[in-house]
Each structure stands twice: as C-alpha cells, then as structure tokens.
C-alpha cells in the first residue's frame, strides 16, 4: 500500500511518503520510502501554512508518485498546539476529498514511540510531546510492547512536569523517553531515574514514516473527518473562560 503522510502537531513539519506491505508483516517496505522535514529556527514560528504542501509536492515529485497511485492519506492528530493540528488536518481533509483518497488519522504520540520502540524494542516507552504552558502530553508503553499494533499502557493526557517525573519514575529504570518534551523536561526525568537519548538523536522528532506503518492498521474516515487529539481547549477558549 502507498501511503503519503504528514505531521503538523510539533513545531516540526513532517511528510512521508512509503510503500507498506499490507500482508502478515505491515514493517516490511516496497520500492519507496521518502521523507522530508521542516523545522523553524529556536525562536522562528513553524512553517506548516506555509511549507506542509510544498514538501508534499516535493515528495511526490521526488518519487514519481501520481495521485492515483496513492492509496492512503495520514494525517496527525497529535496531540499538540491548536493551530497546527488545525492546519495539517484541514490540508489531509481537502487533499482526501479532491483525490478521493482514503484518509485516516495517526497519534502524533504513537508515531513517536514506534521509532523508538525499533530502536529499543526491550526497554518500555514514554512519549512526550511539549505542550506549552509548563505541561506535556505524553503517552506510554510496557517493555516489549509495541506500538505499532498495541494500545499505550499509559493513555495519552496532558502532565504538570511533576506528574510527568512521577510517571517516568513509575515506568521503570530504563525506560526510554523521546520527543520534544522530553528535552524539555530532561533534568526532571533523568533525576526520575529514565534514559532521554542526546538533544541530536531523531528519536526527539516527528517522523511522518512511521505514520505511514500506522496507518496501514488503522481504519480510514467513512465521512471524509478526522477529529484532533486536543486533550485540552485551546488557548483561545481558556482565555475566555
């Protein structure tokens, strides 16, 4: 199966464009497998309005993919900032109902801890994703559990730094934890007792590959919609209220 994919929850813009067997074994690939990132300076706003369909125009020029060839469109839905989540699915939506493409959406969360679960498939996982604010939304799985075809043990919410670092520690010596948040929040979890790989390693950023495998699994959209994973209001609504 063909799937183009892509991931606007982070500062990050992610595409991914992947053949996946559909057979007894959805890690094994075909003949294409490109990927492409955009990721604003410290300080810069994310480029998603205006970089996520020129890296989707460069992949699929890149691999010399048509549109009809494409049988699955993935789309994040994180969970991450309000208006990145907003843009990326808007995008998936228009682009599933001009090709007619089956669309589904992927945990931003999941797709994390897929790469590092292929990294480290012994040690369990924690996801975490900077939620701003002083919080994280983080999502976990037991050792040998693999994200791929298996619910988190640890369902995706939203933490103080402090109910993070109680959650690590609860996890197990060992546990590998990846994503922005967990740069963020390192000295609380490494004083938790848990492995957070070096700033540089690419298990700390979005991948829209791994979306790719997911959304092998999952089932696409009967009405065209996928809803986002907010697993909080957004500003806007917090300010009002």
Request: hydrophobic share 45%; charged share 20%.
């Amino acid at each position: 199966m063909r799937v183009l994919a892509f991931d606007t929850a982070t500062r990050r813009t992610a595409v991914g464009l992947r053949d996946i067997d559909t057979g007894a074994n959805v890690c094994m690939l075909g003949e294409l497998d490109l990927s492409a990132a955009d990721d604003p300076p410290d300080g810069g706003r994310p480029g998603h309005a205006q970089r996520l369909l020129s890296l989707v125009d460069e992949l699929m020029k890149g691999g010399g993919a048509g549109w009809d060839s494409i049988e699955r469109i993935a789309v994040g839905v994180g969970p991450g900032t309000f208006t990145g989540l907003r843009i990326g699915i808007a995008s998936a939506q228009a682009l599933a109902a001009a090709t007619g493409v089956p669309l589904v959406g992927v945990s931003t969360l999941r797709s994390l801890a897929l790469s590092a679960h292929d990294r480290e498939p012994t040690r369990a996982t924690l996801a975490v994703i900077d939620a701003r604010r002083g919080e994280a939304f983080v999502a976990g799985w037991a050792a040998g559990e693999d994200p791929l075809s298996v619910d988190p043990a640890i369902a995706p919410r939203v933490l103080t730094p402090e109910q993070l670092a109680a959650v690590a520690a609860a996890s197990g010596t060992g546990t590998q934890v990846v994503g922005d948040g967990a740069l963020k929040f390192r000295e609380l979890l490494e004083g938790a007792g848990v492995v957070v790989p070096d700033p540089d390693s690419p298990l700390h950023r979005v991948s829209a590959r791994e979306h790719c495998r997911l959304a092998v699994l999952a089932a696409p959209s009967t009405d065209g919609r996928i809803e986002p994973e907010y697993l909080r209001l957004p500003d806007a609504e917090l300010a009002k209220a």
